[in-house]
């Protein structure tokens, strides 16, 4: 898990977030291309808690919330080379990955379907030579 926008806020943390996550995406694909493990990624972007969670000697730098839920679902229903995103999170990157297929998703937890968009980074055939790139 990454978090962007904490502790110093940016105002391009979504950006950052996707850009991370499609290099981390071509990385496993480039180091892995014949036998590719099944990465995939989620991202939301809202409101969260950040901050030490812990006690005594053990502590750690964190982020939680209802907007760290959703990411670490939609990255479990992520498949290989996809990117899900909020339509949150769309909205600051539309513009490089325009015409994103949107995707409703009933996920746990949540009483209402989320509307994720689908950033494709690698096609999902064997052959890496098929990359798809912003």
Known sequence: ????????????????????????LEGVNHFTHRDRL???A????GEAFVGNVGGGTVTDYTVLGDTVNIAARLQAAAATGEILV????????EAE???A????????GKSEPVHARVIVVLDKSPDP???IRP
Do not use: C, N, W
Request: no cysteine; charged share 20%; net charge negative.
């Open 1 to 24: 898990m990454a978090f962007f926008g904490a502790p110093l806020y940016a105002t391009d943390h979504a950006k950052r977030a996707v850009h991370a996550a499609f290099s981390i």
């Open 101 to 108: 297929p949107s995707r409703e998703m009933e996920l746990k």
């Open 38 to 40: 099944h990465v995939g």
């Open 129 to 131: 030579a098929q990359e």
């Open 86 to 93: 909020t339509e949150e999170t769309y909205a600051y990157v």
């Open 97 to 99: 990955f325009p015409r």
């Open 42 to 45: 989620g991202i939301a972007t």
